[in-house]
């Protein structure tokens, strides 16, 4: 899918939290949601750090990873961020591998 249709479609995946009748959420806010936000690329950031690999949010409706030679990638879901990655990294991940939190942990 080209980034355009990224954009036009729907943002209300299962895994948002957001605000629904009957439902709770903590984020009823827009600066809730922009400091939840904020909160997942600092973890995701730390997390792809090893790979000299930048996140971030893009037009606050799909996601941008950044690689070390200026490659980008936009995804709408975070469940296509190590893909993404992979993929700009030019090989698989494993973010479970020892040598790869020791990394984290460094």
């Known amino acids: ?3 355009l249709c990224g954009i036009l479609g729907c943002d209300d995946h ?3 939290a957001v605000a629904r009748e009957g439902v709770y959420s903590r984020l009823t806010s827009p600066q809730a949601h ?3 936000a904020a909160a997942r690329a600092r973890v995701v ?3 792809l750090a090893p790979l000299r690999i930048t996140f971030g949010d893009w037009q606050k409706r799909s996601y941008v990873l950044r690689g070390p030679t200026g490659k980008t990638a936009i995804f709408e879901g975070l469940n296509h961020l190590w893909a993404e990655a992979e993929a ?3 090989r698989e991940i494993d973010p479970l591998d020892p040598a790869y939190l020791d ?3 460094g």
């Open 14 to 16: 299962w895994t948002a």
């Open 45 to 47: 950031n730390r997390a």
């Open 88 to 90: 700009l990294a030019g």
């Open 34 to 36: 922009r400091a939840e």
């Open 1 to 3: 899918m080209c980034a």
């Open 103 to 105: 990394r984290l942990e």
